[in-house]
């Protein structure tokens, strides 16, 4: 084979295994979180000292830093940081998280399981493999589905507790495949938050608006 017709055969191969040596070669890293007051999209308890804060991960560039491509998979990352400026820890064991959209689509923060099935496209296998509690199509061969329950769990707000004068921060996930207005004029609700003595604070309430936020699952 002359060594033109080989070299033209090089850069073919190197450019279709191009996407999967990037794969490879990615690694999801968390981003730094500031104080939750300083984010425009956030709902402050001056009385608690507690500020919840959220930003949107749906739209290039920030959502960059995933290997997985969320919102082409009807999925909305949400950044969520809550800031404890008080003396005293709150708690988030109990926790809840609710998306209500402009069309009152109530949709509730899918759990790490969840967000793997649909990303990972498990339909069943011949060869099962087990990651976490979930088997695995594809065998010991599927490195790419790895990765992503990899990072689901390293992204997914996991937070227990917010110490005193502490940040703490996490990705939720909203299924909006098929949901009409999925960010325009819709809110995000935090509930179950307790302060050191077991007493809830009123709800947070935060208004999904970002001038530079795309929509997934509709207009």
């Known amino acids: 084979m002359p060594s033109r017709y080989r070299i033209l055969l ?28 300083t984010y425009s999209l956030k709902d402050a308890h001056t009385n608690e000292k507690v500020t919840v804060a959220v930003d949107l991960y749906n739209a290039a560039p920030k959502d960059d830093i995933f290997i997985t491509h969320y919102s082409q998979e009807g999925i909305l990352p949400v950044f969520l940081v809550i800031t404890n400026d008080g003396d005293q820890p709150i708690s988030l064991s109990k926790m809840g998280a609710e998306l209500v959209t402009a069309r009152k689509t109530k949709l509730g923060a899918l759990d790490v399981e969840d967000v793997f099935r649909r990303v990972a496209h498990i339909k069943g296998s011949s060869n099962p493999r087990q990651v976490g509690p979930i088997t695995l199509p594809g065998g010991n ?12 769990t390293r992204a997914h707000f ?32 935090i509930t179950g938050v307790f302060d050191n003595r077991g007493n809830e ?19």
């Open 10 to 37: 090089f850069i073919a191969l190197l450019i279709a295994a191009s996407p999967v040596l990037l794969w490879a070669a990615k690694e999801f890293v968390m981003p730094k979180a500031d104080n939750a007051n």
């Open 141 to 152: 061969k599927n490195k790419k589905a790895q990765q992503q329950y990899d990072e689901i």
């Open 158 to 189: 996991a937070a227990e507790a917010v110490e005193p004068h502490t940040t703490r921060s996490g990705f939720l996930f909203f299924d909006v495949e098929n949901v009409q207005q999925p960010v325009a004029g819709a809110h995000l609700y």
């Open 201 to 219: 604070l009123l709800y947070f309430e935060i208004p999904l608006v970002s001038a530079n936020a795309a929509n997934p699952g509709g207009e």
